[in-house]
Each structure stands twice: as structure tokens, then as C-alpha cells.
């Protein structure tokens, strides 16, 4: 009988899953920062989570603050995309704005400027490097948006990037008074009405 390969320590035993470890430790760790922020969470409980070990934690990511980086950059990635596709509808932008903001207001995360602050002395320049620029992306599909609609006269014309930021800041907020009970949908429609007065012609 042959002898069987030696596994390279910490290699995850559940590798050849449907899906791929690496992408469920990302998927849940994504959540366990999101909800509960970067302190509360430790790489021990993210492999709770993931039915997997420590050590397979650290086969796949140097350490937490690695980890925390791939993690966010993965949601903000989701959001540039699914942002992407409901602005791509073929509707008003008025109501394009309300189903972004629903969009995001629905989603069950903490602030995500307090969860980066927490972790900021944590992460070196280049992985705030890293996590900003997916956050730009964000702003910049907002942006382009923005501006067909500047050309197209359906809003006034401003900075599109500013206005992007702007707008990002406003539902920052929008998911404070979530947390107080205030429905999405409803919220989403109010914040979009207080935002449009200052875009209207």
C-alpha cells in the first residue's frame, strides 16, 4: 500500500466541500465584523462558526487584521455589486436611490465608520489601502449614476463624487435609527426625499 501524502499543517479537512473553505470563512467572518465589530470578534470564534480549526483559519489568512481586510473587502465588494445591478433598472433615478437605500438599510450590520475605527490601529496603511479603495469603487458606480442623470437633466448638476459621498453619509446615519426600530422601507423613502431637494432642477 502506497503511503498516503502527509496533509500540510493546517490545511483544512472540509477543502473539498462544495464550497470552498476559504470562501465560508470569508462569508462568515464578513458577518460576525459586521454585526458585532472588530474587538468583539476573535479568529477562535470565526472557526467555531466554520466548523473548522484554528488552524485552518491560519492556513488560509496571516492573522485577524489579514482577515478582517479580505472579509470587509468581500462586503463592500458585494454592495458595489448588487448596488450596480439596481441601478442599472430601467426606472427613475428617484426610485432606483429608494432601492438602494432599502438595500442597505435592510441588511443587519453595525456602523461601519465605528467598526473601522475600531479596527483602524489594528491594520497596516496598505490593508487601509485596501478596504478604502473597495469603498471608492462603491462611491464611483453611485457616481456614474449620478452623472447620466446630471447629462440627462434629470437632476441638477454637481460634483457626482461628492454627491455619492454625500449620500453614502446620509444612510450611515439611516442605520442608526434603524436600530431604534424605524422600518426600512419606510426610512429608505424618507431619507431618498430629504436627499432628492437637494438634487432637484
Avoid at 83 to 104: C, F, G, W
Avoid at 115 to 123: C, G, K, T, V, Y
Avoid at 147 to 168: V, Y
Wanted: with cysteine.
Amino acid at each position: 500500500m502506497k503511503p498516503s501524502t502527509p496533509r500540510t499543517p493546517g490545511r483544512p479537512k472540509r477543502l473539498e466541500q462544495q464550497q470552498p473553505v476559504r470562501e465560508t470563512i470569508l462569508f462568515i467572518a464578513s458577518k460576525l465584523f459586521m454585526e458585532l465589530g472588530y474587538e468583539a470578534v476573535s479568529v477562535q470564534q470565526i472557526a467555531k462558526a466554520c466548523d473548522v480549526t484554528k488552524a485552518s483559519i491560519y492556513y488560509y489568512f496571516d492573522g485577524k487584521p489579514q482577515l478582517f481586510t479580505a472579509a470587509v473587502s468581500a462586503v463592500l465588494e458585494r454592495a458595489r455589486a448588487s448596488t450596480s445591478q439596481l441601478l442599472n433598472q430601467d426606472l427613475p433615478l428617484r426610485e432606483r436611490l429608494i432601492h438602494v437605500s432599502e438595500a442597505k438599510l435592510s441588511r443587519s450590520h453595525g456602523d461601519f465608520e465605528t467598526i473601522m475605527r475600531e479596527a483602524r490601529p489594528s491594520l497596516s496603511p496598505e490593508q487601509l489601502d485596501e478596504i478604502t479603495s473597495k469603498e471608492e469603487q462603491l462611491h464611483e458606480c453611485l457616481a456614474e449614476h449620478l452623472t447620466q442623470a446630471m447629462e440627462a437633466g434629470e437632476i441638477r448638476r454637481t460634483d457626482p463624487l461628492l454627491t455619492a459621498h454625500a449620500f453614502s453619509a446620509v444612510l450611515m446615519l439611516g442605520i442608526r435609527e434603524i436600530a431604534k426600530g424605524t422600518p426600512a422601507d419606510k426610512l429608505a423613502r424618507d431619507i431618498v426625499d430629504l436627499f432628492w431637494d437637494g438634487l432637484s432642477i
